[in-house]
């Protein structure tokens, strides 16, 4: 079941929280790849379930599938 599209997602971040960028645009635009292995080292320096990256990012950066595009 799909609550939102990528699109959604990234634009309720970018007008509810003011970000530039949403998360999925911005893990597009640093590598899907690089951004899993950014979250997962700052989880391993923190223990912080905030930087836990997702299954469903990892299962895409091993894929090599960009964030923004729908499962």
């Given at each position: 079941?799909?609550?939102?599209?990528?699109?959604?997602i990234d634009k309720a971040m970018q007008?509810?929280?003011n970000y530039p960028v949403g998360p999925l645009g911005l893990a597009?635009?640093?590598?899907v790849k690089r951004t899993y292995e950014i979250m997962s080292k700052l989880f391993e320096i923190t223990g912080?379930?905030?930087y836990r990256a997702?299954?469903?990012?990892r299962r895409?950066?091993?894929?090599?599938l960009p964030a923004a595009t729908p499962d």
């Open positions: 079941m799909r609550l939102a599209s990528p699109a959604d007008l509810g929280l597009d635009k640093l590598g912080s379930d905030r997702s299954l469903w990012l895409r950066a091993l894929l090599g």
